[in-house]
């Protein structure tokens, strides 16, 4: 492990050359750039499947595919790494088949780095369908009902076959709103699920993360952080967050977690979340994200812009011969109308849910692009100031001719 120096207070000395490693045969991450007034920051993880710049945001595949778009597109559209889904892969086609057909890489067609939930979230979402142990979850597949159990073996075995570049720790995700004493047994269970997850992940050139949870308490933030950072992960995770608390809410738990997880692993705040909250993260010091919104929304009609939202169903595109935004490069605004699209949609033309897609993930690839630029050229709280000042002016229509 190589680190760069520090100022007094631990934090790094901001500017130019300022440079962190964490070099393990799995992964490596480095810090090329620290804003001065933030904890914002650039660099790069390498995984042995290539390497991608941070912050980064992930497209969620969550069942070996981000919804409606090919492994050929999301490289087009520039991204770099994907996320997976441990549960769903597990149920169908099944971890085992995957691996005999040569991995996640392989079967999807996907040469870049691959990220896998541990299927914890998944679980916590089957309430009425699970039952927590000490050793793991119970669960009823929400496919067919079947009986089926995971714990920390069972996580690490699934993603180790799915063949995963970095690979989630097992976790108990506790509901919002939820009382002390449940969070409390959660963040107990996490524990000791994460040293479990540790002593029996295998001795191959995969990555592992911790998750971090303890709900929106801050003492039990650092009870869960400062455990899982005793135990030497290669990056760590915000869990339980993005759950159905508030804006304000998220960005304190995330601002008084942060600073006890060690400055030379990546920070992935999971399932989060909108250009709003994402900005916010970084400027917390996040380094990685994920979030079905800009698939899911594409498919719901409602695009991304740069000065808000634009919901393509709405009778006013009928006839607009423009793209859905003037200053967006990506194919389907330098080729298609918003009347077609809305064409499209209307009459729920397959087509649609491409098109729509595409411009959406290529806008939140364009604005990692942006954020990335704004740390290393010194000047991200201008860029932030900027950014939410033109979101507070936004129309959800999305912007005016140019």
Known sequence: MRNAEASPGGRLKPGAGARVAWNEKALEFIVHHETRDHRARSGEIRTTHGSFETPAFMPVGTQGSVKAVSSEELTALGAKIILANTYHLYLRPGHEIVRRLGGLHRFMNWDSSILTDSGGFQVYSLTRLRTISEEGVTFRSHLDGSKHFIGPAEAMEIQEALGADIMMVFDECAPYPCEYEYVKQSVRLTQLWAEKCREMKGQ??????????????????????????????????????????????????????????????????????TPEDIVDAVMLGVDMFDCVMPTRNARNGTLFTRSGKLNIKNARYADEDRPIDGKCRCYTCLHYSRAYLRHLYMARELLAYRLNTIHNLHYYEWLMGRIRQAVREDRFEAFARAFYEERSQKTTEGPKAS
């Open 204 to 273: 191959g050139p995969q990555a592992l993360f911790g998750i971090v949870q303890g709900g929106m308490y801050p003492d039990l933030r650092e009870r869960s952080a400062r455990g899982l950072v005793d135990l030497e992960f290669d990056g760590y995770a915000l869990g339980g967050l993005s759950v159905g608390e508030d804006r304000e809410t998220r960005r304190r738990v995330v601002r008084e977690t942060v600073p006890y997880l060690p400055k030379d692993r990546p920070v992935y705040l999971m399932g989060v979340g």
